[in-house]
């Protein structure tokens, strides 16, 4: 996390409420957290395992005030990083950017002669790993439900990224509600503009240590919105060549006998990936973006998450906090000779079907 002045960089960041109007605070009560289920914890690396303390040890969560506020003439470029009228940082919007991240955004905004300038009311739905189809449903697209407090010529400033995730994204704020009739803007990862008014929220997440509820009942209301497929148990396979299982096909073999269907979200259209996991009671898969849509499973489903010993997160535990899922992880060393959690696991069939036996998945 960057310091309110660095001074190797030189970045100067200042608080949004220094520069910025608050127009609403909504308070949150805390709320009660229980520890996963971890299988093979004893291999976790002990730097990885502190990270994950917050989120996994901790009784109690505190609750966190949501508040939105309005910003004037600001300049937002590298993932909805904001900066002032004076190229300073609004810390509410550091969300995992590094200090090289941000000094770049800074030097190349003060290098450009002329920013486009958008006129009129935007809300920023923008962060860092906007990309990724966890980050969009549960960290930016909960947001735009805040579109109440504000008035009603506001529009959204959403990523520009990838065909398949545009999809996503387009799909996504469909099923939001949104009216037909709202200003989407959409921005680049390299883009940047100057706003006239922009409105940030600040405190529904902060990944890997606080997801309030709200995130996940936004998630719900989207969930009542589609039909499900009936599937009670389901295997999520990766659609990626990153943090695969190089024996996936004897585990979906098993795993058939138990009664799961696999499917491959990353294969399925928004719709469809909330309707394959609408009726589910019982949902395995490997960390990563496909498991994000246990939080269209049942509540109170048992969840079985397949991680690398090496990969800190605790994002899919928040999400089944307050879903009251049963959720357990496998921990698995990867065949990777320096343990990269992007390398491929070979998961123990036995332990795996020992698991859903005693679990009753």
């Known amino acids: 996390m960057v310091n309110n002045v660095d001074s190797q960089s030189g970045i100067e960041v200042i608080l949004a409420k220094d520069i910025g109007c608050n127009v609403i605070t909504i308070h949150n009560d805390g709320f009660k957290n229980k520890k996963p289920n971890i299988f093979n914890e004893n291999i976790i690396p002990e730097k990885i395992r502190r990270a994950m303390s917050t989120g996994w040890d901790s009784t109690d969560i505190l609750g966190r005030d949501i508040r939105i506020i309005e910003l004037h003439d600001v300049i937002v470029g590298e993932q909805g990083l904001v900066l002032d009228s004076n190229f300073r940082v609004i810390k509410e919007t550091i969300t995992q950017h590094s200090a090289v991240e941000i000094e770049g955004f800074i030097k190349k905004a003060k290098s450009l002669t002329d920013i486009e300038y958008i006129q009129g009311k935007f809300l920023n739905l923008r962060k860092r790993g906007e ?22 010529d506001f529009g959204v400033l959403v990523p520009d990224v990838s065909s398949q995730m545009n999809l996503v994204i387009d799909t996504s704020l469909r099923l939001s509600g949104a009216s037909s ?60 060549p990153h943090r695969g299982i190089s024996n996936v096909d004897h585990l979906t073999s098993v795993l058939k006998d138990f009664g799961f269907t696999a499917i491959t979200p990353g294969k399925l259209n928004f719709d469809e990936q909330i309707s394959a996991l609408k009726d589910a009671d019982s949902v395995i898969g490997v960390m990563g973006a496909e498991m994000t849509n246990i939080v269209y499973a049942n509540e109170g489903a ?15 535990h928040f999400i089944s906090v307050h879903k009251t899922h049963l959720y357990n992880e496998f921990r698995c060393e990867t065949e990777s000779q320096d343990q990269n959690r992007n390398s491929s696991m070979h998961v123990d069939i036995d332990n795996i079907c020992e698991i859903v036996r005693n679990l009753s998945f």
């Not at 010993?309 to 605790?314: K, L, R, W």
Request: hydrophobic share 40%; with cysteine.
């Open 302 to 316: 048992k969840i079985l998450n397949i991680a690398p010993a090496s990969m800190p997160d605790t994002f899919f």
């Open 131 to 152: 990309q990724n189809y966890g980050h969009w449903l549960i960290e930016c697209l909960p947001k735009i439900s805040f579109l109440t407090y504000l008035d009603e």
């Open 181 to 240: 009739d709202l200003m989407i803007m959409k921005m680049g990862k390299n883009d940047i503009k100057r706003f006239q008014t922009l409105v940030i929220i600040d405190g529904l997440t902060n990944h890997g240590t606080y997801m309030a509820p709200q995130a996940v009942q936004f998630n719900n209301r989207l969930r009542d919105s589609v039909q499900g497929a009936g599937l009670q148990k389901v295997l999520l396979l990766r659609d990626s």
